[in-house]
């Protein structure tokens, strides 16, 4: 399969662009930052979900804000079996405050990031994976401070903005 940016033409990374960082933003703005018509920024938009490059949206939740500050990434060896891959990550998955696991390649099987209120929150959800038996042993960074955490994708390409001085819109925005 291609890579998917390839098929991105310039008002493709634009539109993507502009809802990254708003995905509320009105049709009708986007058009007119554009300065194309609504019903092409309604039917490439269409498109980009259609085609699974848009998969959703979301509000960015503050989670320290609701108290799950305590932050950690998890090494995990696990124990070989058939389809172990399927099987560990079903049993992961049903922890609460696991928010991302990922299979991997070299010492570990898995990487994954936890969320809990404190360390001993933390070490029960620790206890509650080396429960499945499905795991050999685990290797645990808290995350002292998040210094950067970015989901978005953006694209190098001028956006326009109309009536204004400036010419582009910068990620800082």
């Given at each position: 399969m291609a890579p998917r940016r390839s098929l991105l033409d310039d008002t493709d990374k634009k539109i993507l662009n502009i809802l990254q960082k708003d995905c509320n933003i009105p049709l009708d703005k986007i058009a007119k930052m554009l300065d194309i018509s609504k019903s092409t920024v309604h039917?490439?938009?269409k498109r980009l979900e259609s085609e699974h490059i848009i998969d959703g949206y979301h509000a960015k939740v503050n989670f320290s804000r609701l108290g799950d500050d305590f932050q950690a990434i998890i090494h995990i060896r696990a124990k070989y079996s058939k389809n172990y891959v399927e099987k560990?990550?079903?049993?992961?998955?049903k922890?609460?405050?696991v928010?991302?696991?990922?299979?991997v390649l070299g010492d570990n099987d898995f990487i994954i990031m936890v969320r809990a209120v404190n360390r001993e929150e933390l070490m029960n959800k620790l206890?509650?994976?080396r429960s499945t038996n499905l795991i050999e042993r685990t290797n645990t960074t808290v995350i002292a401070r998040i210094l950067k955490e970015?989901?978005?994708l953006f694209?190098?390409?001028e956006i326009p903005i109309p009536n204004s001085k400036s010419t582009l819109i910068s990620d800082d925005e």
């Open positions: 039917y490439r938009i560990v990550g079903k049993e992961l998955s922890i609460q405050g928010w991302a696991i990922y299979n206890e509650e994976m970015e989901e978005r694209f190098e390409t």
